[in-house]
């Protein structure tokens, strides 16, 4: 059974930084490209970082584009997203997951992920 565990959310003031970070079990966790996604109240879950599977290869939200970066871990089954210069719209739920098939791409589409974890809240204050 696949199981995602994300970690590190929390509160921080805006221009402040967080790493989180997503620890995988239950398959092969280096063949499978991985994303990040987040959902703020009252708003659709949106794409935020994602990385292939062997770590070559990210695609970034514009908005996160230049403040975020998504890495992996393929020897501790682990992705990370550290969130730097983090904003007040930053502030939601944050997910990861992990591709349906084998050694793909970077994506940036939700129905493409196959498994999810619990979500961690950050907040950034203003």
């Known amino acids: 059974q696949v199981q995602l565990v994300e970690s590190g959310g929390g509160l921080v003031q805006a221009g402040g930084s967080l790493r989180l970070s997503c620890a995988a079990s239950g398959r092969t966790f280096s063949s499978y490209a991985m994303g990040w996604f987040r959902q703020a109240p009252g708003k659709e879950r949106e794409f935020v970082a994602a990385i292939n599977w062997s770590g070559g290869s990210t695609r970034y939200a514009n908005s996160v584009n230049g403040r975020f970066t998504i890495s992996r871990d393929n020897t501790k089954n682990t992705v990370y997203l550290q969130m730097n210069s983090l904003k007040p719209e930053d502030t939601a739920v944050y997910y990861c997951?992990?591709?349906?098939?084998?050694?793909?791409?970077?994506?940036?589409?939700?129905?493409?992920?196959?498994?999810w974890g619990q979500g961690t809240q950050v907040t950034v204050s203003s």
């Open positions: 997951a992990t591709d349906s098939a084998r050694y793909g791409v970077a994506k940036s589409s939700r129905y493409e992920y196959a498994y």
